[in-house]
């Protein structure tokens, strides 16, 4: 496709943009999270007039750490926030599977052999902040302060990146019931720094993962099965004494960065189907909005920026602006289905107890021995799929 420079908005944009169907055409995306703004951008480099509604007071979310694998970060590369990323990231080196209760390393898996853009850790409001001034630079309108459904707009396609709890979703077929997964987990940083790598500390019905931030920090996520429900969302504060009490009896290392722990919040973690449909006429949904994940695959932000690029893309190859969310849905649906069966599959293997757990880690210590690279070639559907080839 041919490129050109465009006006969007009332900001000329400093960014060549395909010449397309999205030129001109009023886009209004419903949520200023990362598959949210990463919508805008795309649509708004193709020549689209967009603006974005963001609920909350500022654009931001409750800080945390986020993973953006090569996948993920083929967009933002393409979409030039690649420098941007490099100086507010860590680079990842590797996934370290680990022994919670004795602290011995099973596996190192080298993430530096990926190909394609590195492996990045992120503070989550950072990574959001990059998006917001970018979407700027465009043109992107960006609202806040206001709750908006569809119904309120008029915008010739509505983009629902609304979350969990998607009222666009709602509008576009019935909202299947969540399951809860019998998981819950804490989230936290802690002011500590951590090697450049994600450690995957494994126990009987219980795991951690820790990696660093940027700023000698540490993000924190501990997942704990167990029958007591507790509710969804990032938002439930907890004592830290409860995290501590439902992980006595790891390994020191652990034990120690657990210690260091001075606020967390607790949510449920729950199994939500895939929509049996990402649009209507006037409306598409993407991010968790259509697919929420477990987080135990990193993929819940990576495949939200993976869903924005194709929904522009296929919008932007479309007149027809039908033809062009049919093919979307068509395309996003199957490999995000394969995802959300991995990080499923993840939830099983990182808690397992008794021989299956002796059989597993005497697997994992014979992979790292003699084929270290297994990891990641089975992970290759994964990490080395580039939606940004899309015509």
Known sequence: MKRRNVTSGAKKSTATTDVGANAGRDIAVIGGGIGGLTAALCFARTGAVVTVHEQAAAFGEVGAGVQITPNGARVLAALGLDDNLKTRSVQATAVVPTDALSGRMLVRFDLTRLPGPPYRFLYRPDLIAILADACRDAGVRLETGRAVVAADLTARLVVGADGLNSRTRALIAPPPLARF?????????????????????????????????????????????????????????????????????????????????????????????????????????????????LPFLAQGANLAIEDAWVLAASCDSATDLDAGLHRYEALRKPRVTRAIAAADANAVNYHLSGPRRVVSHLALRGIGAVAPATFLKRLAWLYDHDVTGLD
């Open 181 to 293: 997964s019998g998981q819950v987990a804490w989230r936290t940083i802690i002011a500590q720094p951590s090697p450049s790598e994600a450690r995957i500390w494994m126990a009987p019905g219980c795991h951690v993962v820790t990696y660093p931030l940027a700023g000698g920090r540490t993000n924190v996520v501990a997942v704990q099965q167990r029958a007591g429900w507790a509710a969804e969302g990032w938002h439930h504060p907890d004592d830290p004494a409860n995290l501590r009490t439902a992980f006595a009896g790891m390994c020191r290392d652990l034990t120690a960065i657990l210690d260091a722990v001075e606020t967390t919040s607790l949510w449920g973690l729950f199994r939500h189907p895939v929509a049996d449909s990402w649009w209507q006429p006037g409306l598409a949904i993407l991010g968790d909005a259509a697919h929420p994940t």
